[in-house]
């Protein structure tokens, strides 16, 4: 079993930077893949970014259209978090970002990871 505790939301005016956090417990945290998706208010759960391990110590990451160039996904194996950096922040990433955890899964689909937290509200005000 996996937990997943999300910190780092908050207010921000339109230009600001927020970087948010996921702890997981469970002592195979490095292979997993971990996600971050995002849902507005009225809008189904999207995809952000997912950071996944390619082998050795290789970790691959991608991420939507919509956040390339702004976001940056990255991990800690050591304190078993992951972070999404986000910069340069539009409001229209204002969203509940939920972290998402596999051991398998690393793709764009929600309903295939195994494991969720509890989401954390980042709003962004023009």
């Known amino acids: 079993q996996v937990q997943l505790v999300e910190s780092g939301g908050g207010l921000v005016q339109a230009g600001g930077s927020l970087r948010l956090s996921c702890a997981a417990s469970?002592?195979?945290?490095?292979?997993?893949?971990m996600a971050w998706f995002r849902q507005a208010p009225g809008k189904e759960r999207e995809f952000v970014s997912a950071i996944r391990w390619g082998g050795g110590n290789l970790y691959i990451a991608y991420y939507a259209d919509s956040v390339k160039g702004r976001f940056t996904i990255s991990r800690d194996n050591a304190k078993n978090t992951v972070y999404l950096q986000m910069n340069n922040l539009k409001p229209e990433d204002t969203a509940v970002y939920y972290c998402?955890?596999?051991?398998?899964?690393?793709?764009?689909?929600?309903?295939?990871?195994?494991?969720w937290g509890q989401g954390t509200q980042v709003t962004v005000s023009s």
């Open positions: 469970g002592r195979t945290f490095s292979t997993y893949a």
């Open positions: 998402a955890a596999d051991p398998l899964y690393s793709g764009t689909h929600g309903e295939e990871y195994d494991y």
